[in-house]
T-cell receptor, first 111, second 113 residues
Framework: SQQGEEDPQALSIQEGENATMNCSYK?????LQWYRQNSGRGLVHLIL?????REKHSGRLRVTLDTSKKSSSLLITASRAADTASYFC???????????FGTGTLLAVQP | NAGVTQTPKFRVLKTGQSMTLLCAQD?????MYWYRQDPGMGLRLIHY???????AKGEVPDGYNVSRLKKQNFLLGLESAAPSQTSVYFC????????????FGDGTRLSIL
């Protein structure tokens, strides 16, 4: 069963706009990670946020974590056509060694 | 800097045939993983390894076997392929730190007819 569920399933925006994706999970976690997957390629790690952190930034990416609501959000600011990809959250579900991935948000950035 | 390399990239099999997917990483990572990705299902963990000579079952291990004879290589075997195993298979690796970021290969697209 999936630990993380992303919302929305698909998102289409114009270049320059901000994109927000959400992830909800079911059990307590040690950390939450976000990955990007371009069409036909493998996943690329974007950012990791630990359970004791509330917000983290990396370039145009901002991730928040609310452990009381068991949810996280990924904000991409000033989006570019190159940001077009699927975005996945992944959590450990409190277990060691394994990540559980959500089903992803497909982001399309129109030039 | 190759990272994680998967071989082959594409393959078509007939039901009942066997094959081995190879994953090689050059980052000296302890942990390696095999996932399958199906539409609407996200990634599901098949098997994983926490070090050379070790393997463990993931979420969907049935129909697959793995071996980690060398630290840099992780092999995924299908003994008797079934149409339900048509999927995109991804290998990943990570450092010895628990739940560190994973590095992925570009996948093997496998069709079972």
């Amino acid at each position: 069963s999936q630990q993380g569920e992303e919302d929305p399933q698909a998102l289409s925006i114009q270049e320059g706009e901000n994109a927000t994706m959400n992830c909800s999970y079911k059990t307590s976690i040690n950390n939450l990670q976000w990955y990007r997957q371009n069409s036909g390629r493998g996943l690329v790690h974007l950012i990791l946020i630990r359970s004791n952190e509330r917000e983290k930034h990396s370039g145009r990416l901002r991730v928040t974590l609310d452990t009381s609501k068991k949810s996280s959000s990924l904000l991409i600011t000033a989006s570019r056509a190159a940001d077009t990809a699927s975005y996945f959250c992944a959590t450990d579900g409190g277990a060691t060694n394994k990540l559980i991935f959500g089903t992803g948000t497909l982001l399309a950035v129109q030039p | 800097n190759a990272g994680v390399t998967q071989t082959p990239k594409f393959r078509v099999l007939k039901t009942g045939q066997s094959m081995t997917l190879l994953c090689a990483q050059d980052m000296n990572h302890e942990y390696m993983y095999w996932y399958r990705q199906d539409p609407g299902m996200g990634l599901r963990l098949i098997h994983y390894s926490v070090g050379e000579g070790t393997t463990a079952k993931g979420e969907v291990p049935d129909g697959y076997n793995v071996s980690r004879l060398k630290k840099q290589n992780f092999l995924l075997g299908l003994e008797s392929a079934a149409p339900s195993q048509t999927s995109v298979y991804f290998c990943a690796s990570s450092t010895e730190r628990i739940l560190s970021p994973q590095h992925f290969g570009d996948g093997t697209r496998l069709s079972i007819l």
